[in-house]
């Protein structure tokens, strides 16, 4: 047994491991390098291989084997198992490569491949698979298999945190880049490119709208993914229904398959795409608008492929469009104060030539060149008011020795400095004091001198003191004779933004671990049913011995000390099913005041003399719906961590209020649903916690407390159970002053009812009354326990090893049946499934279904669906005889 127990262990540390790298992954060749050094050992392969989609056929991209395979090979997608298994978006499980059509017999002659299996990685961006090789057939195992696709799960999303990573640099760089730059056809061009990239189009254009007489023509002014030559031959777009939407600046308009759009082929004479055209499937289309409301024009992308672009897409697309406008509005003033300062020069040298003999030419020419300088003061003014509008950006010039000069509204709302509060002061004051230091202004505009543009991202101090962090780019300024004469710096406040990507990455690597762990219940509570349920029979079988005069009492000590290491088994399962937020619940209304109240005294026994315990309970408190034994057992967690952490004494105070969470606070905290809540808050004076512990708290096995003091699952625990229960759990602590725990639960608009309280019950086990029960099992030993136990109460009991044998055994209606015992998830047939036909064949069936992990089926808003029995594995003689004559008596 503790082989067995070994060999399913061994590769789960491996796993994490992997999984602690993709999380940290910021490219794709990361990634790669991840699955090329260990998947292998993970699996247990002899090869291991990673296979990008690129058009139509397979990229091998990487390899671990024992002999070289493909590595750096392409193949066509129809052509090799791994595009049979990316088109299809389902694992191929093969046992034998020479029994199955779909392998290319030939290509893998040469090689050592028996047997494989290969998983789709689902990332929502790229087409991908990961492939195992064994060297013999019949390899793959089913934990094999399960191995695979958890790596493919955490690949995939690791792939996915870094293609989010790479937009936000491409649009912070797209934005930089046309923001400084003021020659049209390049800007045009960069938001095109940058388009084609971040939404994975095959081909993207910018349409410029230039209005003639007749009121409509479009010139194509930059094309990306495909040649220049593309369009030479094809019409300019026109106000038809459905371009119409992109040209008016009416809004976006993105599709699955173009084709199907109703406002699509309405428009003679091509009634669709003209013949020659690139072939467009899905569709994007963005209208680039001014600040002033003129449509410049158009942002277009298709590929040939439906279902390529997302809402996301739009997102990004829109703020791409917004840059672009801008950008188009500061090139056509930079171009008209050109042309007119050179009007200018042009007027005066004329003057010059004049200023003898043409007295009234010159008055009417100065009269000209007064004009002239109106309207650049015009423009420069409204050059101003447009830097001035912008608010999201800190916009200020700096003299070549770093003197603020100038100062826009964004440099106010972000720094919090009045333009006359700063205007005459070093840049410096926005540093923090270690940095200034370092000499980090000084180096800043150093390298703006010499390379003529700083670019970074640190923390920043505003006026009030806070610290924000900024990303910062500097621009040297020369006049022309080539004099550095100052700089253009910009500054955007990017805290939200980091914060968010932080919580994101940390609520990912949750999501794995929750569902790594909720695997491991699963198979675990099988194995803890058939050892304990045997332990019980033993413990009972030794009665019986004992009762015959033998002496046994060495044996029942072993047996009872072995049911005591099976019962703290069951329960670290059952807390890892809670941190996976896959616990059976049963909510009810309750008054978290009252139940606090309730505790008291049970609380102040578990946390000794030498704390003391405080109750502060809001008058009025709103009613909630959570499990009661659930809550119990959370605030008994905290009280006694909190006990641990005063071990000199202290004091702990739990308080309890209604709340409501504001938009304000879902801002910070982007996984909260604002609404009213009921918060329960559990105060200690302790030793505190530093913020590196602060950051790990929630993860399962973490705890400070020496070994033999705690499992580090019950800050877990409770962290699953909120959750589940659509809650939110914060915490606040500082080393040396303590550690507050709240805990929100949503209000519930209902009263409360009178609390159905199931401790310590131990109502008498009926006996049997002649009944019959199949028990339907696919795992021998707990199909074994379950029937040996029934017999022993005094039922007659058939048995089945999976739903076909069970629907077999109902179908003859000569076979008495009063209850259908059945495990949930079964190969061939669910237990549902089999509960379902079973009704149908016998409507008055009563039927007691078990499982080790509830996702298996049946939760309804983290509920039973209603009529549904289910009993819990692991469970006991006793446990299981209460629920079959509760059932059978009605």
Not at 407 to 415: D, L, M
Not at 435 to 451: H, I, N
Not at 823 to 832: C, F, L
């Amino acid at each position: 047994m503790n082989k067995m127990g070994d060999h399913i262990a061994a590769p789960w540390p491996r796993l994490f491991a992997a999984a602690e790298r993709l999380a940290q992954a910021r490219s794709l060749d990361d990634v790669v390098e991840v699955v090329r050094t260990a998947a292998r050992t993970i699996i247990g392969a002899q090869g291991i291989t990673f296979v990008l989609a690129e058009g139509d056929h397979c990229h091998y991209v990487a390899e671990d084997a024992v002999a070289p395979l493909w590595a750096g090979q392409r193949f066509l997608l129809t052509q090799c198992i791994s595009g049979w298994v990316m088109m299809h978006g389902e694992p191929a499980i093969v046992p034998d490569i020479y029994a199955d059509p779909r392998i290319p017999h030939d290509a893998y002659r040469p090689t050592f491949v028996q047997s494989l299996v290969m998983m789709p990685v689902d990332t929502g961006v790229t087409q991908a698979a990961i492939g195992a090789y064994w060297d013999r057939t019949g390899a793959p195992a089913d934990f094999a298999v399960e191995l695979l696709g958890q790596l493919a799960r955490l690949v995939a999303a690791a792939i996915r945190n870094v293609s989010l990573q790479t937009s936000f640099e491409i649009v912070n760089q797209t934005g930089a880049a046309v923001a400084a730059d003021q020659d049209l056809e390049r800007i045009v061009q960069t938001v095109t490119d940058a388009g084609v990239e971040l939404t994975g189009a095959e081909f993207g254009a910018f349409f410029y709208n230039r209005v003639a007489e007749d009121g409509e023509s479009y010139m194509l002014y930059s094309l990306s993914g495909a040649p220049r030559n593309a369009f030479a031959g094809l019409p300019m777009p026109r106000n038809t229904a459905l371009f119409a939407t992109t040209f008016t600046g009416q809004g976006i308009v993105r599709s699955d398959d173009i084709r199907l759009d109703p406002r699509y082929g309405l428009s003679a004479p091509h009634h669709g795409m003209p013949q020659g055209h690139l072939p467009v499937v899905s569709y994007l289309a963005v209208p680039v608008v001014s600040h002033s409301g003129e449509v410049h024009g158009g942002l277009f992308f298709g590929h040939p492929k439906p279902g390529r672009f997302s809402a996301e897409h739009e997102k990004i697309m829109a703020g791409i469009a917004g840059h672009a406008a801008t950008a188009i509005d500061n090139a056509r003033l930079h171009a008209q104060a050109r042309h007119e300062i050179a009007a200018r020069t042009a007027a005066e040298a004329e003057l010059r030539q004049l200023n003898v003999t043409l007295e009234q030419r010159i008055e009417a020419r100065t009269a000209d060149i007064r004009r002239a300088f109106d309207r650049l003061k015009e423009s420069e003014q409204r050059f101003g008011i447009l830097v001035q509008g912008v608010t999201d950006y800190a916009i200020c010039m700096l003299d070549a020795h770093g003197i603020v000069t100038s100062w826009n509204a964004g440099a106010e709302r972000i720094k919090g400095y009045a333009a006359d509060e700063i205007v005459g002061r070093h840049f410096s004051a926005f540093y923090r004091q270690a940095d200034r230091e370092e000499g980090a202004p000084a180096r800043a505009l150093g390298v703006a001198a010499v390379a003529g543009r700083f670019e970074a991202e640190g923390w920043r101090v505003r006026r009030d003191g806070s610290e924000f962090w900024a990303s910062v780019v500097v621009d040297a300024i020369h006049d022309d004779d080539g004099r550095l004469i100052g700089f253009a710096k910009v500054t955007r406040d990017l805290t939200e933004k980091r914060a968010i990507e932080d919580q994101l990455r940390q609520a990912q690597k949750m999501e794995a671990v929750g569902q790594l762990t909720g695997g491991i219940a699963h198979d675990f509570n099988n194995l803890l049913t058939v050892i304990g349920g045997n332990i019980e029979l033993a413990g009972r079988a030794l009665e019986k011995a004992e009762g015959a005069g033998q002496d046994v009492g060495k044996a029942r000590r072993a047996v009872a000390s072995a049911m005591k290491g099976a019962e703290r088994a069951a329960t670290l399962t059952q807390r890892l099913l809670a941190f996976s937020r896959r616990q059976p619940l049963s909510p009810k209304p309750l008054d978290l005041g009252q139940m606090v109240a309730g505790l008291g005294e049970l609380l102040q026994r578990s946390l000794g003399e030498l704390v003391r315990l405080e109750t502060i309970a809001q008058p009025e408190l709103w009613a909630v719906e959570a499990d009661p034994n659930q809550i119990e057992n959370a605030l008994l967690n905290l009280a006694v961590n909190a006990r641990d952490a005063m071990p000199g004494g202290g004091t702990l105070t739990i308080e309890t209020a209604n709340v409501r969470l504001d938009q304000a606070y879902v801002a910070r905290h982007p996984y909260v649903t604002p609404g009213d809540y009921v918060m329960v808050a559990v105060t200690d004076t302790g030793t505190g916690m530093s913020a590196a512990t602060l950051d790990k708290i929630f993860e399962p096995f973490f705890t400070t407390k020496e070994i033999g003091r705690g499992t580090g699952l019950g800050l877990s625990q409770v962290y699953g159970f909120v959750k589940q229960s659509g809650g939110s759990i914060e915490v606040q602590s500082q080393e040396g002053q303590g550690t507050c725990v709240k805990l929100y639960l949503p209000r519930l608009a209902g009263a409360v009812a009178g609390r159905d309280d199931a401790r310590g019950r131990g109502a008498a086990i009926g006996p049997a009354r002649g009944e019959t029960i199949l028990v339907v099992e696919d795992d021998d030993g707990v199909r074994a326990y379950s029937a040996e136990i029934l017999r022993e109460l005094g039922y007659d009991v058939l048995e089945a090893a999976d739903g076909a044998a069970a629907l077999a055994l109902v179908e003859q209606p000569e076979r008495a049946i009063d209850l259908l015992f059945s495990d949930v998830v079964m190969p061939g047939m669910s237990g549902s499934d089999l509960g379902e036909r079973a009704r149908a064949l016998r409507p008055g069936l009563k039927i007691l279904f078990t499982s080790g992990y509830t996702r298996d089926g049946f939760l309804r808003g983290q509920r039973l669906e209603s009529g549904i029995a289910l009993l819990p594995k692991p469970f006991a003689l006793a446990d299981l005889a209460r629920h079959i004559r509760d059932l059978l008596d009605g």
